[in-house]
């Protein structure tokens, strides 16, 4: 299941009309003015351009998450005010072919991690929820969050902000990106993991995405792969037998898939990823859980491992199945 709906400059023809014709010479040469090929998924890519000119005087004497957020968004400070900014994001409305155009919404933003990705490369992370025209996040169980990504070079001994992509990726629920870490994956690369969950009227999942960081760059490696299942809360003998308990008549209801036959399942995964040199190396998914079919009548039930592992390699710029299956059932 996927409720997954899948930077800040003018466009330079404004700028001419409103800059003398050597502000329009110097334009032509900023990224805002040129044109990048890219997927529908990585449309949010397209928000990579070179920060304000404001911002990208301002420097930041360290990597701390509150000066660097600032030099994204001077004015920013963290409390339910402070975090409301404007930014540019694709539009989720747009129904044409090729990347989404991108528009200025209103987000409320703050940052979630900060990676020095060399001695004078980082970038910052950020989770940016919807707000409304009343100021009112959008934090319903079917909203997502925008990943947001801003990269920083070294000036001498500050840090300066050089590139911005306000939305790169939707994803989520409840208005949160969920929990986030960051492995080393190559000698210039580094993966960010981004896994998210909850519960439909339980049955409950979770799934994870991959993104790949390198000096200026960001992209994606596995697209919300499912990392768990359980339903153990959707039908009324699973608690226990998934526990192992001997089950009471009244628990083999006839509320199933298969001819009074109800299917129960755990399953939980773990990522797993190993270095590699110039490329990213290779990514490891270990999962653990058993499926129990109780039968409706007296006959016991039968148990069937869901243990498994996937490997995934390094091929085009995503990562791809090179062996394994993954076990985790849909719903």
């Not at 072919?97 to 703050?110: F, M, Q, R």
């Not at 308990?245 to 939980?268: H, I, M, N």
Request: with cysteine; charged share 20%.
């Amino acid at each position: 299941m996927n409720l997954r709906p899948s930077a800040v400059f003018p466009a330079c023809p404004t700028l001419a009309r409103l800059m003398l014709a050597p502000a329009l010479a110097l334009c032509l040469g900023l990224p805002a003015c040129s044109r990048q090929d890219t997927t529908p998924a990585a449309a949010g890519a397209l928000s990579a351009e070179a920060p304000p000119a404001s911002a990208a005087v301002a420097q930041a004497d360290s990597l701390k998450r509150e000066a660097l957020i600032r030099l994204a968004f001077p004015g920013w400070r963290d409390d339910d005010k402070g975090r409301v900014v404007r930014a540019r994001l694709p539009d989720q409305e747009y129904k044409g072919k090729g990347e989404a155009p991108l528009v200025e919404d209103t987000i409320d933003v703050k940052p979630i991690q900060v990676i020095r990705l060399d001695d004078t490369h980082a970038v910052m992370l950020t989770e940016g929820v919807a707000v409304d025209e009343g100021g009112t996040r959008n934090d319903s169980h079917a909203a997502g969050a925008w990943l947001g990504a801003y990269f920083f070079t070294r000036n001498g001994e500050a840090w300066q902000l050089d590139r911005r992509v306000d939305g790169y990726d939707y994803t989520g629920v409840e208005g949160s990106l969920g929990q986030s870490s960051v492995t080393k994956i190559s000698a210039t690369d580094f993966a960010l993991t981004q896994t998210w969950g909850s519960c439909w009227q339980g049955y409950c999942g979770s799934w994870a995405s991959v993104y790949r960081l390198a000096p200026g760059q960001i992209s994606t490696l596995l697209d919300s792969v499912a990392m768990s299942a359980e339903n153990s809360g959707a039908l009324e003998p699973c608690a226990d037998a998934l526990a192992g308990k001997p089950l009471a008549p009244a628990e083999r209801g006839t509320d199933s898939q298969d001819d009074g036959e109800q299917v129960c399942y755990q399953v939980g995964g773990k990522p797993a990823f190993a270095l590699g040199t110039d490329a990213p190396g290779e990514l490891t998914l270990t999962f653990q859980g058993e499926e129990v079919k109780v039968p409706g009548g007296a006959a016991k039930p039968r148990r069937r491992s869901l243990d498994a592992v996937v490997r995934y390699r390094f091929q085009d710029g995503r990562y791809l199945v090179s062996q394994g299956q993954n076990p985790v059932p849909s719903f």
